[in-house]
């Protein structure tokens, strides 16, 4: 039998077909615009039945006892334990000290909006994501520019920008367009400290200093606006705020910054004039722009460049979205008065969209571990992990062993599920039916697809979610009875059912693409134009334009004790085996370890004496790790690569005990978790 429903083995949301026999998974195959001889494969769903019979997988809930060991239980007590600590933590310390965390991108959608709805109406503002290193602080920075955050329509773009992302490893379908597009004739430009598939194919590659995009960017905006290339009728027309950008980027020429970022600066003119001149142009900006203090400034900054180009909102440019009517069903007007979340100070980042809600995922640990701004004493950790994945991992580790009461939600057993007093086994996304967030912002509608039933007693979350809500009180807020049904009730604005998906399983869409939409309804911002310089920002006391008070002073970890950690380390790669901790317990996707490994240039390797294969400790300040080294080009000399997720094996490969969460960004809480300065040494042959 087969069946239409969506991969949510990482965050692309892949359509795909799966085929079953007597309701048992046997493969799955993604759908695809190109002929099967020039498509991608990807080795998850390549191993989805691996994954889903993985016999590592969590089947029954676990709770543990009085000595401190697990014991197997029965849903109704797992539940009536984890609703009798909420009720408990209520009545004792108030709702808010009950905080729920929210971690991989690959299963964000209706669940989220679920989460907040038990979160709200229990009465607690602390349903926190993990936004503020992933996807959703770009977004943010996006959004004050121009209202939305765009959608590169790469298929038919004559010059493609890629800023910090690999969709070979991370997007197939994204990256099956780019390499159409080439084929076409398109220009790619790639902005990456590493050679990347993208990168070693480029027309031009600024293979720039990690944490540093931000001086990149004002470069291109300053050679674009002195050389006239910029579109002057959409600039005249439809954005605020150009002049004070001009002399903000008139700081930063390319001769001025090329050496501090390890670029030539014909390169970056050249780089600028490319995309500036050929149209349509669209940017493809990714987590490389995460994970940085410097994250929000350096997001607006490539986000200017669309703007100033004429390439938003065209074919073959950066699409304004089309958001698909659906109702808000997070209950926020059932907060309590006066109770502030966790990430008050962030105020901005946590309402700029209605259905976002709050991110920035630090502040959990600083309100187990420091108590502000008051004390967190009970957590649920859903679908994430944060003691490998949270930067400064030592850290998330002494917060994880103080708060007082942890509940996990998991398919597998995770150093963070070791680490609970109660255990709840989750379905696999070929066991549930969802409604996707990435089908909701943009017009098109898919539904995910229950093909199987939930392997042993694991739960898919919906049911985890409407089951302990209605334990809690929320019976109203929870009547749903099937998931069918709650999504029903979600689409109805739109008029679109569950049913008349599964009826047309390549999706329904809300409306007819329309492109320059702003022309009659203008940029959802406040002066419904594009914003160069948003005043929402100067009144809450930050700079309105990017880098007018100069650069953000140590954008890397550490860089103040360079003369004992001389090397820059950054994060990657991200293997597309793997989505960040998830499925190295799977031996067709674990391949003995392959790519575990520290990328050393070969003069760096020279220096240090450190060969091919040799074991290398890697040191900060917060901890080190050890790694097999591996020789190689694709890392500019005087930085390292360190593979990540590999954490959950071993904490000696756990790259976050490495990274800092010190300093922040002020405005999206961002910490400096992918680069950091650090050193080497070689620990055996």
Not at 367 to 372: G, P, R, T
Not at 473 to 500: H, K, S
Not at 563 to 570: E, H, N, R, S, V
């Amino acid at each position: 039998m087969k069946t239409d429903t969506i991969c949510r083995f990482c965050s692309s949301c892949c359509p795909v077909v799966a085929e079953t026999e007597n309701n048992r998974l046997i493969s799955a195959r993604r759908k695809s615009f190109l002929p099967d001889e020039r498509q991608l494969i990807c080795p998850k769903l390549k191993a989805a039945a691996d994954i889903v019979y993985s016999p590592e997988r969590l089947q029954k809930p676990l709770m543990r006892d009085d000595a401190g060991n697990f014991q197997e239980a029965s849903w109704v007590d797992a539940l009536d334990r984890v609703a009798e600590q909420f009720l408990q933590y209520k009545k004792e310390n108030g709702a808010e000290s009950v905080c729920w965390l929210r971690g991989m991108a690959a299963d964000w959608g209706a669940p989220w909006d679920y989460v907040n709805r038990l979160m709200n109406g229990f009465g607690s503002p602390n349903s926190i994501g993990n936004g503020s290193v992933c996807h959703v602080g770009r977004e943010f920075a996006h959004t004050i520019t121009y209202g939305a955050m765009t959608v590169p329509l790469l298929q038919k773009a004559k010059c493609i920008l890629i800023w910090g992302k690999n969709d070979r490893d991370t997007n197939p379908m994204a990256a099956e367009a780019i390499l159409h597009a080439r084929q076409n004739g398109a220009k790619l430009i790639v902005v990456d400290p590493i050679r990347t598939y993208f990168a070693a194919r480029a027309d031009i590659w600024l293979q720039i200093k990690p944490a540093h995009d931000g001086l990149l960017a004002m470069a291109m905006i300053h050679e674009i606006i002195s050389q006239n290339l910029y579109d002057a009728e959409f600039v005249d027309n439809w954005t605020v705020g150009f002049e004070q950008l001009a002399e903000s980027a008139a700081k930063f020429p390319a001769e001025r910054i090329a050496h501090d970022i390890w670029l030539d600066p014909d390169l970056i003119r050249e780089a600028a004039r490319l995309f500036a001149t050929t149209k349509p142009a669209c940017i493809v900006d990714g987590n490389g722009l995460d994970m940085q203090v410097d994250a929000f400034d350096a997001t607006r900054s490539v986000a200017m460049l669309r703007a100033m180009t004429g390439n938003l909102d065209v074919k073959g440019g950066d699409f304004i979205p089309q958001p698909v009517p659906a109702r808000n069903i997070q209950l926020q007007e059932r907060m309590p008065a006066g109770v502030k979340p966790i990430t008050g100070a962030y105020p901005q980042f946590n309402v700029f969209n209605a259905t976002w809600g709050k991110h920035v995922q630090s502040c959990v640990v600083d309100a187990i571990l420091e108590e502000k701004p008051y004390p967190v004493k009970m957590l649920v950790s859903q679908s994430g992990n944060p003691v490998v994945s949270l930067m400064d991992a030592g850290r998330v580790e002494r917060a994880l062993e103080k708060v007082e009461f942890l509940v996990v939600i998991d398919k597998f057993m995770t150093q963070t599920a070791r680490m609970a007093d109660v255990v709840l086994p989750a379905s696999s996304c070929f066991e549930k039916t969802q409604l996707n967030r990435a089908y909701l912002r943009n017009r098109l509608v898919r539904i995910q697809n229950q093909v199987i039933e939930p392997l042993g007693e694991s739960w898919p979350d919906w049911k985890i979610v409407f089951e302990l809500g209605r334990r809690i009180g929320l019976t109203e807020e929870f009547p749903w009875q099937t998931v069918e049904e709650a999504i029903d009730y979600q689409l109805e604005p739109a008029g679109i059912t569950v049913q008349m998906l599964r009826d047309n399983p390549d999706g329904i869409s809300s409306e007819d693409m329309r492109f320059e939409k702003y022309r009659s309804d203008g940029f959802n911002t406040p002066s419904g134009k594009v914003e160069f310089a948003p005043l929402k920002l100067e009144e809450n006391g930050f700079t309105a334009v990017p880098y007018d008070n100069g650069y953000v002073d140590r954008p890397i970890s550490f860089s103040d004790q360079q003369d004992q950690y001389p090397l820059l380390g950054i994060s990657g790669a991200r293997s597309n085996r793997f989505t960040h901790s998830q499925f190295h317990q799977v031996p067709s996707l674990y391949m003995n370890r392959k790519g575990c490994v520290v990328d050393i240039h070969p003069d760096d390797a020279e220096a240090y004496t450190i060969a091919e294969g040799d074991i290398v400790r890697v040191e900060t300040p917060r901890g080190r790790i050890v790694m097999p080294a591996k020789i190689s080009t694709d890392v500019h000399q005087g930085s390292i690569r360190i593979a990540w997720g590999w954490g959950d094996l071993s904490p000696d490969l756990s790259l976050n005990r490495l990274t800092d969460d010190d300093r922040r960004n002020p405005i999206i809480g961002t910490p400096s978790g992918r680069s950091f300065m650090c050193r080497i040494a070689k620990e055996r042959e």
